[in-house]
């Protein structure tokens, strides 16, 4: 299986997504501006969100990096998730995440994203890190814009959301030689971060 690190942040630590983190992800997976932003349908009973960290965690066993949990570290609580999915090894992936909305604004992702990334292109090898948001998802594409993706365009009716709506999305990406280019931004940014395998 491919390594998902422990990653500690300033104010975060990133790991593996378990079972008992559940209830935490219900917490804000029954919130609607959560998931049908990220093309899933809040959860109406924990049950759902079971069955969700479920298939989480059957990604790693289909050979992909799999979801690491969002823990704040001054609280412990699990906040939200991130991944690369979409994951073709040693060339790309895609980046996704969800964050519970008592803790947008804070740039609580843009740290998480930043460390993602650091694991994407040093440990896994990608060459190419894609982003898709759906066009009016704000805060998603104020995050890919502080991350320094480059917008490549609207793909349309791209995506078959959970309700059967089709919906255009914004693609962007980020790459290797980007990753190579902000080796300075970057540089200084490990050193606030440590990653336990
Ligand atoms: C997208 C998301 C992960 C961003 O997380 P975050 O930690 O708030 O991100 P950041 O704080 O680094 O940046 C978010 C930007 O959106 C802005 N923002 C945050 N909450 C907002 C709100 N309710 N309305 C409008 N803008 C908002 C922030 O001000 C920030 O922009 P700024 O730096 O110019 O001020 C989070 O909003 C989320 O989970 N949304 C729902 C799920 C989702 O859309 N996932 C992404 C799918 S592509």
Redesign the pocket.
């Known amino acids: 299986m491919i390594p998902l690190p422990n990653i500690t942040t300033p104010r975060l630590y990133l790991r593996p997504v378990s079972p008992s983190d559940a209830e935490d992800i219900f917490d804000y997976a029954k919130r609607k ?2 998931g049908p ?2 093309g899933w349908a809040p959860h109406e009973d924990i049950s759902v969100t079971r069955k969700f960290v479920e298939s989480l965690l059957l990604k790693r066993e289909r050979g992909h990096p799999g979801v690491f949990a969002v823990v704040h570290r001054f609280d412990e609580k699990v906040v ?1 998730t991130i991944e690369i999915h979409s994951y073709v090894a040693d060339f790309k992936g895609d980046l ?4 519970h909305p008592d ?8 740290e998480a994203a930043k460390a993602v990334m650091v694991y994407g292109f040093e440990y896994l090898g990608l060459k190419r890190l894609g982003y ?2 759906f066009p009016e ?4 594409k ?2 890919r814009e ?1 991350l320094g993706f480059t917008f490549e365009g609207i793909a349309r009716n791209n995506y078959k959301r959970f309700d059967g709506a089709i919906l255009d999305e914004a693609v962007a990406s980020y790459t290797l030689e980007d990753y190579k280019r902000d080796a300075g931004d970057f540089h200084s940014f490990k050193k606030r971060i440590s990653f336990d395998f």
Request: aromatic share 12%; net charge positive; proline share 4%.
């Open positions: 501006e959560v932003n990220a939200g996704g995440m969800v964050l803790y947008w604004g804070q740039g609580l992702m843009l898709a948001h998802n704000y805060p998603s104020r995050l502080k």
